[in-house]
């Protein structure tokens, strides 16, 4: 089993919709979460970072963090075209620079 | 915005070719990491730099791979002999000195080994 699991997709919606993006993890020791966007034959780009539990909230973004269920969501608003990327979720422990990747869910919004 | 900075984009070469990969940070990260990724899987380390030192190549294929980044600043990436398993994205990523920074990604060079 994966430290970081990410169901790969695709998951394909219409505009407008609420998209809820997840991952599970096993490793307790993970403090920091971050989600990135990747654009195809783009680099990831860094969208939300955030520590421990709780909600964080930016624009049409909005990151949740579970520790007790080890388990972590991105739900996107209003969800447009320019959206459709593949969302990779990042997270690490406090003792170490280094970022565990899951395989990224690849999101379709289509008009 | 600063960004981080890859060259080249793209590359096809014949397997047991050499390659080479440039990166240049952002100005001011101390922290500069090289990802390899496989198509439909996320990112993976295979080498990190603090400055000019090596801290972690623990995931390097050392018998074919090498990096270096003399000055601390940029960095190349060499593959001698690339293998036909060797095709994926190599990513660049740094950051600043703070330790709880989040890294930032170049665009990447997209590697076909023929």
Not at chain 2, 58 to 72: M, T, Y
Not at chain 2, 83 to 100: K, T, V
Request: hydrophobic content about 30%.
């Amino acid at each position: 089993q994966k430290e970081v699991e990410q169901d790969p997709g695709p998951l394909s919606v219409p505009e407008g919709a609420i998209v809820s993006l997840n991952c599970t993890y096993s490793n307790s020791a993970f403090q920091y979460f971050m989600w990135y966007r990747q654009y195809s034959r783009k680099g990831p780009e860094l969208l939300m970072y955030t520590y421990s539990s709780g909600n964080k909230e930016d624009g049409r973004f909005t990151a949740q963090v579970d520790k007790s269920s080890k388990y972590i969501s991105l739900f996107i608003r209003d969800s447009q075209p320019s959206d459709s990327a593949t969302y990779l979720c990042a997270m690490r422990s406090g003792g170490s620079y280094i970022p565990t990747f899951g395989r990224g869910t690849s999101l379709i919004v289509h008009p | 915005e600063a960004e981080v900075a890859q060259s080249p984009r793209y590359k096809i070469t014949e397997k047991s070719q050499a390659v080479a990969f440039w990166c240049d940070p952002i100005s001011g990260h101390a922290t500069l990491y090289w990802y390899r990724q496989i198509l439909g899987q996320g990112p993976e380390l295979l080498v990190q730099f603090q400055d000019e030192s090596v801290v972690d190549d623990s995931q390097l294929p050392k018998d074919r791979f090498s990096a270096e980044r003399l000055k601390g600043v940029d960095s190349t990436l060499k593959i001698q002999p690339a293998e036909l398993g060797d095709s994926a994205m190599y990513l660049c990523a740094s950051s600043p000195p703070a330790a709880n920074s989040p890294l930032h990604f170049g665009n990447g060079t997209r590697l076909t080994v023929t």
